[in-house]
């Protein structure tokens, strides 16, 4: 089976940084996506790895240690716009296993 | 480019009828997934089709089905339907199998009364 982690719930301050984890168990591995969703909208594309290291784009950045089961995802610079779920999932044999997603509330 | 485009946006429907919604990827794009989302299961794979032919499924039941035509566009099906298929369903589109990115279109909020 697939088991993938992430904490519930995470708050920061606006202008400050922010790493949420991502710890996974998956019988295959084909890739990690990162997503934001804000609530009662559709999840939206942020990231994906399937190598080892660190992806940056913009403010995002993602990082990768296949031998660990492990990814992060790191906001810079928060704005207010950035309080949604961040949701994590792993790609085995062409289908996406998400975790339940981690809530981010970016305070003023 | 136009995204991945659902119809319909909202739908109500009463235990035990059946319902189909659509899904229309970017173009170019082949790949088209279906999961469900839920507060207590959260997001679910349900299907993965490409080239008009449907490549995993998940653990859902039979009542659950779909199909992609040969434009790539995709629908999926339930009957029967029960108060616990109340979801979002939302569809995903890639160019390809296993490519680097994959955006979901908007969702279709189902509600079974």
């Known amino acids: 089976g697939q088991n993938i982690d992430q904490p519930t719930e995470m708050t920061a301050t606006e202008g400050a940084i922010v790493q949420i984890n991502c710890t996974y168990q998956t019988s295959g591995f084909n890739g990690l996506f990162w997503y934001q969703q804000h609530a009662g909208e559709a999840p939206t594309f942020l990231s994906y790895?399937?190598?080892?290291g660190l992806e940056e784009k913009g403010r995002f950045s993602s990082f990768l240690s296949r031998s660990k089961g492990y990814s992060y995802l790191l906001l810079k610079e928060l704005q207010m716009k950035d309080s949604a779920s961040y949701l994590c999932?792993?790609?085995?044999?062409?289908?996406?296993?998400f975790g339940a997603g981690t809530t981010v509330t970016v305070r003023a | 480019k136009a995204g991945v485009t659902q119809t319909p946006r909202y739908l109500i429907k009463t235990r035990g009828q059946q319902v189909t919604l659509s899904c229309s990827p970017i173009?170019?794009?082949?790949?088209v997934s279906w999961y469900q989302q839920t507060p207590g299961q959260g997001l679910q794979f349900l299907f993965e089709y490409f080239s008009e032919t449907q490549r995993n499924k998940g653990n859902f039941p039979g009542r659950f089905s779909g199909r992609q035509f040969s434009n790539s566009r995709s629908e999926m099906n339930v009957s029967t339907l029960e108060l616990g298929d109340s979801a979002l369903y939302l569809c995903a589109s890639s160019a390809q199998r296993g490519g680097t990115e994959a955006f979901f279109g908007q969702g279709t909020r189902l509600t079974v009364v």
């Open positions: 173009s170019g794009h082949r790949s």
């Open positions: 790895n399937v190598l080892d």
């Open positions: 999932a792993v790609r085995d044999d062409y289908k996406l296993s």
